[in-house]
């Protein structure tokens, strides 16, 4: 079965406070795990869900930069520590603090990613919420979504290059 993507309805889907979502995707970000937690909050089933692109969650307000430096950092063999914005099936969407790792065969080659996300506290929302709309307005000024992606992530190099600070330190400083 096909999952169409949602309209937001601007509701928010309940993930607990102390609830974890994890999920598990191959290099390609197909999703060979997930746990009860997201199976719930995006309003999926289990063959739903496994080998959909993880994609499948992404919300429409969510800067794609955002996703390029995680991708970038991930099959470079780090660690990504990030705020990303979900959307459920059902149009309700759902903030996480998410923590993004490779998993590596005995080789040292990347077999998959590996995902904890929580839900982040109010005011981190708040600021995060505040660059990401900005992000998306650069993406959005452009014409070509390629284009607007890259514009969107200079964007965010000049934001973390004033600061001083990785994104990962960003992301703990909220």
Same mark, same amino acid.
């Given at each position: 079965?096909?999952?169409?993507r ?22 390609r ?11 719930r ?12 692109p ?5 919300h ?13 950092t991930? *099959?470079? +063999? ?6 990303? &914005? ?10 996480? %603090? =998410? ?30 919420s505040?660059l ?9 000024r ?7 992606? *890259?514009? +969107?992530?200079?964007a965010?190099?000049?934001? &973390? ?5 990785s994104?990962?330190?960003?992301a %703990? =400083?909220?």
């Amino acid at each position: 079965m096909s999952v169409t993507r949602p309209t937001p309805t601007g509701r928010e889907s309940p993930l607990g406070e102390d609830e974890i979502i994890v999920t598990k995707t191959d290099p390609r970000g197909r999703i060979t795990y997930a746990n009860e937690v997201f199976l719930r909050v995006s309003v999926l089933t289990w063959k739903d869900a496994i080998g959909a692109p993880h994609s499948l969650v992404r919300h429409p307000a969510m800067p794609r930069c955002v996703f390029e430096l995680m991708w970038k950092t991930i *099959q470079s +063999g780090g660690e990504f520590f990030g705020y990303v &914005l979900n959307l459920a099936t059902n149009g309700d969407h759902y903030w996480v %603090f =998410a923590h993004v790792t490779p998993s590596f065969g005995p080789d040292g080659a990347v077999l998959g990613f590996h995902s904890n996300r929580r839900k982040p506290e109010p005011k981190q929302v708040a600021s995060v919420s505040a660059l990401y709309r900005d992000l998306l307005a650069v993406e959005q000024r452009e014409e070509d979504r390629k284009r607007g992606q *890259q514009m +969107g992530a200079a964007a965010l190099a000049a934001m &973390l290059a004033e600061k001083e600070m990785s994104y990962d330190r960003f992301a %703990f =400083a909220l």
